[in-house]
């Protein structure tokens, strides 16, 4: 029986303990979510499977099977941008993989990155889980194709202009399965703490909400810094776990946006 993440948190809220398996994420944070001038064209990426608020604990990513950008053109492929680091596997004993990148924004325009990482086993949940993640950056002021869908499996689609937010503004999103709207989905919203934000209790760690009967969302980010929004749909597909048998495949659809305090 597949059992969504949030239970697994409020079980694990339940124990006094945060399971291992709860609220990982794949991060795709560039540098920056707006060129404003030249000094800023060259993003980097920091590609990482973690959760985010704690900033651990980091698990391997096998494999970036997709990583590209798509702009008025088209997409184009950039996995042969990625470089692999291995770092410490926070919490856990050995190495985990994770990806850096380097990407020249070369003319004004909205640029989506997108990354789907190979099926990562999730031992407690007896799940195979997919992440396939976006952000968007704008560059130099130009709006052309924030709202074009990139066409993965389960995608956010934003609603409002996913970059240029304040504190405090709403961001409102639809959830997408193979280009339909899912209604219902279970939505999973966390802050990039890095584990420089204290909670006081495991609820505050992730939030979570219900879209609509049209997969439509919305939600009022408390915190200047980065936010991601994942709908965590168990899509009826399954696949060989390390065991052999057959596991159910959690596919993610996550949008990463960014907020500033107004001066």
């Known amino acids: 029986m597949f059992f969504p993440r949030h239970s697994i948190l409020l079980l694990a809220g339940f124990l006094g303990s945060i399971s291992p398996a709860s609220a990982h994420f794949l991060e795709l944070v560039p540098s920056t979510a707006l060129v404003t001038k030249s000094g800023e064209s060259q993003l980097s990426f920091d590609i990482r499977f973690t959760h985010p608020m704690e900033g651990g604990p980091l698990m391997n990513i096998e494999r970036l099977e997709r990583f590209g950008v798509q702009t008025v053109d088209g997409k ?14 926070a919490l856990n004993p050995g190495k985990a993989q994770s990806y850096t990148a380097d990407y020249s924004i070369r003319r004004a325009g909205d640029y989506t990155f997108y990354a ?14 997919i992440h396939h993640t976006k952000v968007i950056v704008n560059a130099y002021g130009l709006e052309n194709g924030w709202e074009t869908p990139v066409g993965l499996p389960v995608e956010i689609m934003p609603l409002s202009r996913p970059y240029g937010l304040w504190t405090g503004n709403i961001f409102s999103g639809q959830v997408m399965k193979n280009g339909t709207p899912e209604g219902n989905a279970i939505i999973e919203i ?3 703490g890095e584990g420089k934000v204290k909670t006081p209790a495991t609820p505050f760690i992730t939030q979570t909400l219900r879209a609509d009967a049209n997969g439509v969302f919305h939600y009022a980010m408390p915190k200047a810094g980065w936010w991601v929004f994942a709908a965590l749909l168990d899509t009826g597909k399954t696949l ?7 596991a159910p495949v959690e596919e993610g659809g996550l949008i990463w946006v960014h907020t500033r305090n107004i001066p």
């Open 116 to 129: 789907s990482p190979t099926p990562y086993w999730e031992a407690e949940e007896k799940t195979m889980i």
């Open 240 to 246: 060989p776990a390390p065991d052999g048998t057959q």
């Open 190 to 192: 966390e802050y990039r």
């Open 76 to 89: 184009q492929d950039l996995t042969g941008q990625l470089v692999a680091e291995t770092l410490p596997m």
